[in-house]
């Protein structure tokens, strides 16, 4: 237990959150947010499923024969949005020597640092995918979203990180969860139209 976490809430590091049909602010509007990080200074994530039309290989040609498809940078969030974060699925167990330049958040997802020389981290790494900024929530903030219910708590795959149809994500992450969650997936994009 480190001290950050001795606050009586426990930590969502590495899970998604999945926009909920009431959360309709155009930032998060059925985003699904990877949690790098979540403790009592609040909590810091990108939204997995907001890809846009700049190509990597425009902003950081080194890492561009690195990452999955779509080879495109994606919004990670609306904070710093001229900052760049590398995230990829380094295979093997957790404990072996984990790749230089590469930092486990949870399971065999990590950061990438995008300072090191891409070569150092080519054999080493599955899907990297870029983000331009991230989302952030001050502390309980996020805690105080989730009650409202503008979030759905879940697990997340390795798999949902470079999912290859990220505008397919929000549905399928759904779509694996048990009851009524699943069904949710089914949910018309704009509710007024039926």
Known sequence: MTAAHSHGGRSHTGRLLVATPVLTD???A?????????????????????????????VLDGWARLVGQPAVVF???PVALDSALGLAVAPGEPGG?????????????????????????????????IFAGYAGWSPGQLEAE??????????????????????????SVLRRQRGPLALLATYPDDPTMN
Do not use: K, M
């Open 26 to 28: 155009p930032n998060f």
């Open 30 to 58: 059925r985003a699904v947010v990877l949690l790098l990080d979540h403790d009592a200074e609040g909590a810091l994530g990108v939204v997995l499923n907001r890809p846009t039309p700049v190509e990597v290989g425009s």
């Open 75 to 77: 919004q990670g969030g």
């Open 97 to 129: 020597g984990e790749p230089l330049g590469w930092r486990r958040v949870h399971g065999a997802i990590g950061l990438v640092d995008l300072e090191a020389p891409p070569e150092v981290l080519a054999g080493e790494l599955g899907s990297l995918r």
């Open 146 to 171: 989730l009650e409202s219910g503008a979030w759905y708590l879940v697990d997340c795959e390795p798999g949902d990180v470079s999912s290859p149809e990220p505008e397919r994500l929000w549905r």
